[in-house]
T-cell receptor
Framework: DGGITQSPKYLFRKEGQNVTLSCEQNLNHDAMYWYRQDPGQGLRLIYYSQIVNDFQKGDIAEGYSVSREKKESFPLTVTSAQKNPTAFYLC?????????????FGPGTRLLVL | AQSVTQPDIHITVSEGASLELRCNYSYGATPYLFWYVQSPGQGLQLLLKYFSGDTLVQGIKGFEAEFKRSQSSFNLRKPSVHWSDAAEYFCAVGPWNSGNTPLVFGKGTRLSVIA
């Protein structure tokens, strides 16, 4: 089945530790996105990528990093510089970004700080 | 700045009652509009979208939405709510121009359904 997978479903981070959230899609989409979701805040864009080896900062990129070495993969690293990382993280993809393409979402990863 | 507003943070309706969730946007040209639904602990699922043409669009699960340019609105409706409709609903708009801009999401409306 085509879709977006995110792993793990739950992730625990210790103070000062970097952690990486995985996002993989087999939809052959060019564009991929990372959002952070906090209660009452809706979805806030962290990073997005329109094509392999290219990505742009979103509204809340500080404390996060990404890479896009393969079309199907867009991992997000939550660094120790992110002081409040506890949140639900959603990955999405779309065919492209220049046209009004629908974004499709993965099931999410919940990050908790120990 | 461009924005999407969902005025209602939380709505409670009785099962079988009608539903309308409000969405207003701020944008200088014809937007592209989406409604997504999210069950607790899950990702977002597309309910419906408007790109052009008929301003009344039908979606999945019996939902519909109407684009009203004069009111900058794209309200979501359902004539008879089922208990399984309890979830969070997000309105989204995009892209803003010919450039490369991701969707902008509202903060969501949480729907509770009571017997």
């Amino acid at each position: 089945d085509g879709g977006i997978t995110q792993s793990p479903k739950y992730l625990f981070r210790k103070e000062g530790q970097n952690v990486t959230l995985s996002c993989e899609q087999n939809l052959n989409h060019d564009a991929m996105y990372w959002y952070r979701q906090d209660p009452g805040q809706g979805l806030r864009l962290i990073y997005y990528s329109q094509i392999v080896n290219d990505f742009q900062k979103g509204d809340i990129a500080e404390g996060y990093s990404v890479s896009r070495e393969k079309k199907e993969s867009f991992p997000l690293t939550v660094t120790s510089a992110q002081k409040n990382p506890t949140a639900f993280y959603l990955c999405a993809s779309s065919i492209g970004i220049r046209t009004p393409e629908t974004q499709y979402f993965g099931p999410g990863t919940r990050l908790l700080v120990l | 700045a461009q924005s999407v507003t969902q005025p209602d943070i939380h709505i409670t309706v009785s099962e079988g009652a009608s539903l309308e969730l409000r969405c207003n946007y701020s944008y200088g040209a014809t937007p592209y509009l989406f409604w997504y639904v999210q069950s607790p602990g899950q990702g977002l699922q597309l309910l419906l979208k408007y790109f052009s043409g008929d301003t009344l669009v039908q979606g999945i699960k019996g939902f519909e939405a109407e684009f009203k340019r004069s009111q900058s609105s794209f309200n979501l409706r359902k004539p008879s709510v089922h208990w399984s409709d309890a979830a969070e609903y997000f309105c989204a708009v995009g892209p803003w121009n010919s450039g490369n801009t991701p969707l902008v999401f509202g903060k969501g409306t949480r729907l509770s359904v009571i017997a």
